[in-house]
């Protein structure tokens, strides 16, 4: 190994060697934690794309799917409770293919491939089965496709064609969906279910489609085809008149201040009617036209005919001829059919009661109040709509309730974001305190050792030379020397001074004496102060 490298980890194998107990501690804690993150980071930079493979697969799909993956020991991963495999995008492909050529996944009705299979012998029966099951298969395949659907089955019910029925009977569908975790479908995706379903199929109206959900709610009713039914219908109505009463109500009177309540009674019935009108053609020429004449010749008769009294009057016509003519016109008439079909939902009637808080309502009459519900609900007295509005005191004691519970939710709310705060607060602590009083107590014993070396240049002057700077000869010489005992641990009084002493031997004595007199005065403090003198020489 080169002598620079040797030096360097030499040079920090020194550094590391003066470290206190607390300072090894932090520099381990930091090494692990940059170790970790170097790991985390580049097992993360390392880890594949995962893309989806397949999706929306049966639960023996997916099975089969899996067990292909391990045996080609690709890594993969599931998701959409096993509905969805993941493989690394790198192999997506390839697995496809290979998933392909073992004909998976394999589950599913089939749609049009099922005609593939059919041969020659096969019957009619058997073939408007097949083709039905076709039908189903595709149509659940395209319903899948949906946003929000997992899943979907689909089940039609078609009547066969005869000559010798007289009245036909309608298709009908049955469609079960699976929509993805707790989500629901919307409105306008069950319509489009419903027209999506009813268009695949000759002759299916869209109001004989049911549709139905994992859960069990009827989405589509079969026979009344809004979705929802005519009680939907009948809510959505009363919600929709209390709603704008409501908002005229709380501008005039405040919001809080009026309640307002509608029932709609809803037609349930399906009708339907025929009207025929004729009205003669203006200035058509008829479309037909027979004119018979009868004439008849005959012998004069003297006797001619009875008058008064039953006496013979003789007849002016003496030859007896006589003619007749009759015309016969068929004339163009303008024929007018008007066929009109009501479904259920009409409405029949409607009932608006409306209750003001009389100190609210300020110089508002009631005549007034009602005139302004009856615009805004829509009233219609000759359908037979009834309306009341009336003023009353308002209980508080709902108000008050409603207030507390707000109180009480608001007090909860913040009792939660202090318990919060606590928590955080508390893990910050634990987390800093350690660290603060691991550098205070750094920053102490730095600073206590500053005032020993301090404290003792002052009593003794310079610091001797370290040991290590010593050569063999001088330990060795200081080895054999004599050892003296201090002179400020005997408690003999003080010498007298000589006559006439070197000045060296003068600070010497004046350095014992002050010496002895911290030793008398503090002996706690001066045992601390040489404890700490021989730590730091011996970590020299």
Do not use: C
């Not at 003519?325 to 029949?348: I, R």
């Not at 004496?513 to 706690?524: F, G, N």
Request: net charge negative.
């Amino acid at each position: 190994m080169p002598q620079a490298v040797t030096n360097v980890f030499q040079r920090i194998g020194r550094v590391i060697a003066g470290f206190t107990l607390a300072q090894r501690t932090i520099a381990i804690i930091g090494v692990a934690v940059l170790a970790l993150g170097i790991v985390a980071l580049s097992s993360w930079l390392t880890r594949p794309t995962y893309t989806p493979l397949f999706s929306g697969m049966s639960a023996s799909d997916a099975n089969a799917v899996v067990e292909q993956l391990r045996s080609s020991s690709v890594p993969y991963e599931l998701a959409d409770g096993g509905a969805t495999v993941l493989v690394p995008e790198k192999d997506v492909y390839d697995q496809r293919l290979a998933a392909a050529s073992a004909g998976l996944p394999g589950a599913g009705s089939g749609g049009y491939s099922l005609l593939d299979d059919m041969g020659v012998t096969t019957s009619e029966f058997q073939q408007s089965v097949t083709y039905k099951r076709a039908i189903e298969g595709e149509l659940a395949a395209t319903i899948s496709s949906i946003k929000g659907v997992t899943a979907a089955s689909v089940q039609l019910a078609i009547p066969e064609e005869s000559v010798f029925v007289s009245e036909t009977v309608d298709p009908t569908a049955s469609v079960f969906v699976e929509t993805s975790g707790s989500s629901t479908l919307s409105a306008k995706q069950v319509e489009a279910i419903v027209h999506l379903t009813s268009a695949a199929v000759s002759g299916m109206k869209p109001e004989n489609v049911a549709v139905v959900d994992q859960s069990g709610q009827t989405l589509s009713a079969a026979g009344v085809g809004a979705v929802g039914g005519v009680d939907q219908q009948a809510n959505d109505y009363e919600a929709r008149v209390t709603a704008s009463v409501q908002q005229m109500l709380d501008t005039v009177v405040g919001p809080g201040n009026a309640t307002v309540t509608v029932v709609a009674e809803i037609d349930r019935s399906v009708n339907e009617r025929v009207d025929e009108t004729y009205t003669p053609a203006e200035g058509a020429p008829p479309l037909s036209e027979q004119t018979r004449t009868d004439r008849q010749n005959g012998s004069s008769s003297n006797a001619g005919v009875l008058g008064p009294d039953n006496i013979a009057v003789p007849s002016a016509d003496g030859d007896g001829t006589s003619e007749s003519t009759e015309t016969s016109k068929t004339n163009a008439v303008n024929k007018s059919t008007q066929s009109t079909s009501t479904p259920a939902g009409n409405l029949l009637r409607q009932s608006v009661s409306v209750a003001v808080d009389a100190g609210a309502g300020g110089d508002l009459s009631t005549a007034q109040l009602t005139d302004l519900v009856e615009t805004a609900a829509g009233i219609d007295t000759e359908r037979g709509d009834a309306i009341s509005v009336e003023l009353v005191s308002f209980s508080q004691t709902s108000s008050e309730a409603a207030q507390a519970a707000l109180q009480a939710a608001k007090d909860a709310e913040g009792a939660e974001r202090q318990a919060l705060l606590l928590n955080t607060v508390i893990i910050a602590a634990a987390i800093a305190i350690p660290l603060i009083a691991g550098l205070a107590a750094l920053i102490m014993r730095s600073r206590r050792r500053s005032s020993a070396a301090t404290e003792f240049d002052q009593l003794f002057g310079d610091r001797p030379p370290a040991l290590s700077v010593l050569d063999a000869g001088a330990t060795a010489a200081i080895d054999q020397s004599p050892t003296t005992p201090l002179a400020f641990l005997e408690t003999a009084p003080d010498p007298e001074p000589e006559p006439d002493p070197e000045p060296a031997q003068v600070s010497l004595e004046r350095r014992r004496a002050e010496i002895d007199s911290l030793t008398r005065q503090d002996p706690k403090r001066t045992a601390e102060l040489l404890r700490t003198l021989i730590d730091d020489r011996q970590q020299v």
